[in-house]
């Protein structure tokens, strides 16, 4: 069984300083890790995915995350906050069953001050 | 508009009433799958549809609960006898099928009183 941990529920920065969102996973074989964020009242918006190739993925927006397989993490990162980044993030497992379902960590809100 | 679109938005009803929520994928998406989430958590799995045979359940899925895709096109999904800890956002989703993308509806948020 595959599993992802967030280890921060809330962060906090400030508009312009950099964004880091942690993710560990767990998983029996060679992971695809996705980042979606969530807009209050609007659909899971895919960020990022990994798929065994290039470890550091860039995605929309300017976020990109490093998967790490010795540190089992997949980070994500943005060096410079926007308010519009204000929203909740998922770190994301895909399942290797037929089915090939999401497993989702618990979520991180991301706050951005003025 | 070629996304996932889900019907109604919002629901509210009464505890003991029966619910039933619409999801019409991406018309050459093959795969459809309905998420739960509760407030303040991640989605969890519900159950997954290839065309129109449901390969997969979640063990959260009570007896109360069925879903259907009859065509292998819209999917339902049915509560019966709603309860309290029926509330949540109830989130569709759909994919190709060599395509890792998944695209998720809006959700229908269950209000139950």
């Known amino acids: 069984a595959q599993s992802v941990t967030q280890l921060d529920s809330h962060v906090s920065v400030s508009e312009g300083t950099p964004v880091l969102l942690r993710c560990n996973y767990s998983s029996s074989y060679s992971p695809s890790l996705f980042w979606y964020v969530q807009h209050p009242n609007k659909g899971l918006q895919l960020l990022l995915k990994?798929?065994?190739?290039?470890?550091l993925v860039k995605g929309i927006n300017g976020f990109e995350a490093e998967f790490k397989k010795s540190e089992t993490s997949f980070h994500l990162t943005k060096p410079s906050a926007h308010m519009s980044d204000a929203a909740e993030y998922f770190c994301v497992v895909r399942g290797q069953n037929a089915g090939n379902m999401l497993t989702f960590g618990g979520g991180t809100r991301l706050m951005v001050k003025p | 508009d070629t996304g996932v679109s889900q019907d109604p938005r919002h629901k509210i009803t009464k505890r003991g009433q029966n619910v039933t929520f619409r999801c019409d994928p991406i018309?050459?998406?093959?795969?459809l799958y309905w998420y739960r989430q509760t407030l303040g958590q991640g989605p969890e799995f519900l159950t997954y549809?290839?065309?129109?045979?449901?390969?997969?359940k979640s063990r959260l899925l009570s007896d109360r609960f069925s879903a259907e895709r009859p065509k292998g096109s819209f999917s339902t999904l049915e509560i019966q006898r709603t309860e309290q800890g029926d509330s949540a956002m109830y989130l569709c989703?759909?994919?190709?099928?060599?395509?890792?993308?998944?695209?998720f509806g809006s959700g229908t948020r269950l209000t139950v009183v």
């Open positions: 989703a759909s994919r190709g099928g060599l395509d890792y993308g998944y695209t």
């Open positions: 018309s050459e998406h093959n795969r």
């Open positions: 990994y798929t065994s190739a290039a470890t």
């Open positions: 549809f290839q065309n129109e045979a449901q390969l997969e």
